[in-house]
């Protein structure tokens, strides 16, 4: 049985078994729960993944590549900030583990991700989502929703080292509602639609792809 000696072990067991709780509820497979470690010391890392927690999601290529190496190899890591290309290289190359990027927002950056991928020849694909500014807010990044269909078409068809994962949005939060609550907006509900009639050109049965939807305090939704 999995550890639960400090804090950090403790609320990972309980927020596991929340969504579980939840997805038996609603009939739906459980979430990935992926720890945003991002400014975390690998001590509290580690404390985490004592309680079987083994995806992590950090925002910076160097601290990324620094804590890789610190860290058990079946660390499934997810890049979850937003990645110049001049940092693809290092990320490749200093994270043999690395499982997804998560925001991959233009053609530009999944052939550079594509190739640097080939050429670490790893012995499978990279997972990778289109991050999408559902919100369509300044403050954040991604692309616009009309954009989605057609980039991920690019690296579906473009990228033969990338694994199209899903799309990684983010909603605004409501705060006129008397608890916060999530909002997508309509540029939100046409892109997911858009995608969701795109997926059967994929032609592929045994991939289910996911959504990434939401922010810190939103795991009921």
């Given at each position: 049985s999995p550890r639960m000696t400090t804090p950090i072990g403790e609320a990972c067991v309980v927020l596991r078994q929340r969504t579980y709780e939840l997805s038996?509820?609603?009939k739906i497979k459980p979430p990935r729960l992926v720890a945003v470690s991002k400014t975390k010391p690998v001590e509290m890392l580690m404390q985490a993944y004592d309680a079987e927690q083994r995806a992590f999601g950090e925002n910076y290529v160097q601290e990324l590549v620094d804590k890789?190496?610190?860290m058990p190899p079946d660390v499934q890591w997810h890049f979850?900030?937003?990645?110049?290309?001049?940092?693809?290289?290092?990320l490749v190359a200093g994270v043999p583990?690395?499982?997804?990027?998560?925001?991959?927002?233009s053609e530009k950056l999944a052939s550079l991700i594509?190739?640097?991928?080939?050429?670490?020849?790893?012995?499978?694909?990279?997972?990778?989502m289109v991050q999408v500014n559902t919100s369509e807010e300044d403050s954040k990044s991604g692309?616009?929703?009309?954009?989605?269909v057609?980039?991920?078409?690019?690296?579906?068809?473009r990228c033969p080292s990338l694994h199209l994962m899903g799309l990684m949005t983010m909603g605004f939060l409501d705060t006129s509602a008397q608890s916060a609550c999530f909002q997508v907006g309509d540029g939100g509900c046409s892109c997911w639609c858009g995608f969701a009639s795109?997926?059967?050109s994929l032609h592929n049965a045994e991939t289910s792809y996911m959504p990434y939807t939401g922010w810190s305090s939103s795991g009921d939704l």
């Open positions: 038996t509820r609603l890789a190496p610190r979850i900030g937003h990645l110049q290309s001049n940092k693809v290289k290092a583990n690395l499982s997804v990027i998560e925001t991959v927002d594509d190739k640097e991928w080939k050429i670490a020849a790893r012995d499978r694909p990279l997972n990778v692309l616009a929703p009309e954009e989605a057609r980039l991920s078409t690019f690296i579906h068809e795109f997926l059967p």
